[in-house]
């Protein structure tokens, strides 16, 4: 299957997939709200599993398996026993790590909401300890996804996610369908309450990872458990493995004080009634952030993991190079109009998304959102970047930029907790889309030593040319918005949902052709390239239906 074939597929994928996470979002704040006590005690405690299942393993899973699994590949038993010893150790680990984590839950809680009161630490608590098992589950879905990676199977990593936001969805219709009151307080949350709403949650990952077990049979994998770690070339692996694990844990322990910030505001919102951003709101804000990342570039960098992967294998440095660059280039001319559009739109995409929650809800997340989506190419870039050093089993370079981003986030997000509660959302804010800018160009400079020249001066070139039309034509496309349906957004209901789908679909049209256009006028060859590609692809498919 064709590159260009498979960046699309689990393009759908991940677009079906975040469709569907934007539907349990929009459930799940009808349910808990979005900001205030009972949304911020849910968020924390949902949030631990994502949050120590990249401390324990996620980011050594995600970054270093497919490199390492292609290079055993070429051994003569076609890396299977370098693969079932990853796997029995990568499962003892987990489970043992997930256990503890479990035992630990009243302090972990602690740890991320020392603001709570009592009755909220309680029940943060509960739900912690029925969400932390989905650690390891979060964990076996990496493990098995990777090795379908490896062996050149995308689709159903990617796809995976959407039967487990089915079974996420069905949680949140019964916990309503059953008629638990919304939005309760949380000296109102009764055992069938949490364990509807925890469990279905845990469950959906679950479901998530063991539904990866059919590919791998299909391409003839089977496990056997395989014990020790000497003589099959897993030093390397260690070593990448340990550098990584610590640069999570500088991240997780800057988002510790960025949860601390958030939390305060929190508590500064439920004490006064007023719509502050705060934890509840950072998380809604991230799930639409993550949006244009996922279905773009994480599309696209996991075909060319495993293809630079190879590339280095077999000495190609021309090769990494060359996917370096297309991936920056590819991404670019979607990302930068998508972010402005999103940015100037901001509290329309909010009204239309979360059209169960309130107009005070929509707009406070609508603010930090304008201010995040700034940061989504820059955060394509660091995900580039690492993965370009894991290819050349390089983990220190990629823990090294880390500190350097959580230390850049960590400063903004101390300097809220000195200045005014209401403000603490949007600093923390524009201080995550700042480190990214600061780790994105720090890598690509970092990269140029390592491979030579990259052309980042005609990347970055590039961009600007993109990112200036780009800018104006969502200003203009907002303004006429504004012009046209003063409204949009501000109303409630199916009927303003599609509406508002409806207009934010055309003007993303809109925003893509005319930056397009005038991107080429400017000189930047990609998007002839691009167009010619895609209406050859258009010719081909009329001549054969005719």
């Excluded at 995409?349 to 959102?369: K, P, Q």
């Excluded at 005609?458 to 780009?470: D, E, F, G, K, N």
């Excluded at 504004?482 to 109303?491: A, D, N, Q, V, Y």
């Amino acid at each position: 299957m064709s590159l260009t074939r498979n960046v699309l597929l689990m393009s759908a994928g991940t677009m079906t997939s975040r469709i569907l996470g934007l539907v349990r979002g929009i459930m799940l704040a009808q349910v808990i709200g979005v900001f205030g006590l009972t949304a911020d005690v849910f968020q924390v405690a949902n949030t631990l599993p994502n949050q120590f299942y990249a401390l324990v393993g996620g980011g050594v899973l995600n970054g270093i398996l497919v490199p390492q699994i292609v290079k055993a590949r070429t051994q003569a038993d076609q890396g299977e026993a370098f693969t079932n010893r990853i796997i029995t150790l990568a499962v003892t680990f987990l489970l043992v790590s997930t256990l503890i984590l479990t035992l630990l839950a009243p302090w972990l809680v602690s740890l991320f909401s020392d603001d709570f009161p009592p009755d909220a630490q309680r029940l943060a608590t509960i739900f912690a300890a029925i969400c932390l098992p989905q650690v390891f589950f979060y964990g076996l879905y990496t493990l098995l996804g990777q090795i379908l990676n490896a062996h050149g199977r995308f689709l159903p990593y990617l796809w995976a996610p959407v039967l487990a936001n089915f079974v996420a969805i069905a949680g949140l219709v019964w916990f309503k369908v059953a008629g638990y009151p919304l939005q309760a307080p949380v000296s109102q949350w009764s055992t069938p309450m949490i364990l509807t709403l925890a469990g279905s949650a845990t469950l959906s990952i679950l479901v998530q990872a063991v539904c990866l077990v059919i590919p791998l049979r299909r391409i003839g994998f089977r496990f056997r458990p395989v014990w020790g770690i000497r003589g099959v070339g897993l030093a390397t692996t260690s070593r990448i493995a340990l550098w990584t694990m610590a640069g999570v844990a500088v991240s997780q322990a800057g988002f510790a004080v960025t949860s601390t910030a958030l939390t305060r505001a929190a508590n500064f919102g439920t004490e006064t009634g007023a719509a502050v951003p705060s934890r509840g709101t950072f998380d809604y804000a991230f799930l639409l952030f993550m949006l244009p990342h996922s279905l773009i570039t994480v599309s696209l960098v996991t075909a060319l993991f495993t293809r630079m992967a190879g590339s280095v294998s077999d000495g190609d440095a021309d090769g990494v190079r060359r996917d370096y660059r297309s991936a920056i280039l590819t991404v670019a001319p979607l990302l930068i109009p998508a972010s402005a559009l999103i940015a100037t739109l901001a509290p329309v995409v909010t009204g239309t998304l979360y059209v169960g929650n309130t107009l005070a809800e929509t707009r406070v997340i609508a603010v930090m959102v304008t201010w995040m989506v700034l940061g989504v190419l820059p955060y394509g870039w660091l995900y580039l970047n690492d993965r370009t050093f894991f290819v050349h089993d390089d983990g220190k370079t990629p823990f090294l930029i880390q500190c350097l981003v959580t230390g850049t986030a960590v400063s903004f997000a101390v300097a809220a907790l000195l200045g005014p509660p209401e403000r603490i959302g949007v600093l923390v804010a524009i201080g995550q889309t700042t480190a990214y800018v600061i780790g994105a160009l720090a890598g690509m400079a970092l990269l140029r030593h390592r491979l030579g020249r990259l052309g980042i001066a005609h990347l970055l070139s590039t961009c600007a040319r993109i990112a200036v039309p780009a800018g104006v034509y969502a200003v203009l496309l907002a303004w006429v918005v504004g012009r046209l349906l003063p409204g949009l957004g501000e109303t409630r209901g199916m009927a303003a949902m599609l509406s508002g789908g409806l207009v934010l679909t055309l003007a993303g049209g809109a925003q893509l052709a005319l930056t397009w256009f005038s991107a080429h006028l400017l000189g930047v060859r990609e998007i002839g390239d691009a167009a010619a590609s895609i209406a050859a692809r258009v010719r081909r498919r009329g001549a054969t239906g005719a």
